[in-house]
């Protein structure tokens, strides 16, 4: 079965941090760019950060910069994004999804990917 499948979210408190994973079982994640997507209630959802399939590229939404990194490890077909100083605006439903195109295109458009987890939340909140 071929699938993205999230873990790491949980509710934490202002400026503390967490580590997301997205992990592929069924197929290789090497080909594909990844992004990580999130939505809040009566929200679109939006690209936050994506990572070209060499991990040479990525980008990141202007209201994380600084503080949210994503990362690659292929050999464990697996991405990452590790969110730092969370404020109560990231609060969301957070989705990885695979796709083949350019980061900035990718994070952009979340329509039309290959593929998509189902999403973990993630809560900031004293």
């Known amino acids: 079965q071929l699938q993205l499948v999230e873990s790491g979210g949980g509710l934490v408190q202002p400026g503390e941090s967490l580590r997301l994973s997205c992990a592929a079982s069924?197929?290789?994640?090497?080909?594909?760019?990844i992004g990580w997507f999130r939505q809040a209630p009566g929200k679109e959802r939006e690209g936050v950060s994506c990572?070209?399939?060499?991990?040479?590229?990525?980008v990141y939404v202007d209201s994380v910069k600084g503080r949210f990194t994503i990362s690659r490890d292929n050999a464990k077909n697996t991405v990452y994004l590790q969110m730092n100083s969370l404020k109560p605006e990231d609060t969301a439903v957070y989705y990885c999804?695979?796709?083949?195109?350019?980061?900035?295109?990718?994070?952009?458009?979340?329509?039309?990917?290959?593929?998509w987890g189902k999403g973990t939340l993630v809560t900031v909140s004293s």
């Open positions: 999804a695979a796709g083949r195109r350019t980061v900035q295109a990718m994070c952009a458009e979340y329509r039309g990917m290959d593929y």
């Open positions: 069924g197929f290789t994640l090497d080909y594909y760019a």
């Open positions: 990572i070209s399939s060499s991990g040479g590229s990525t």
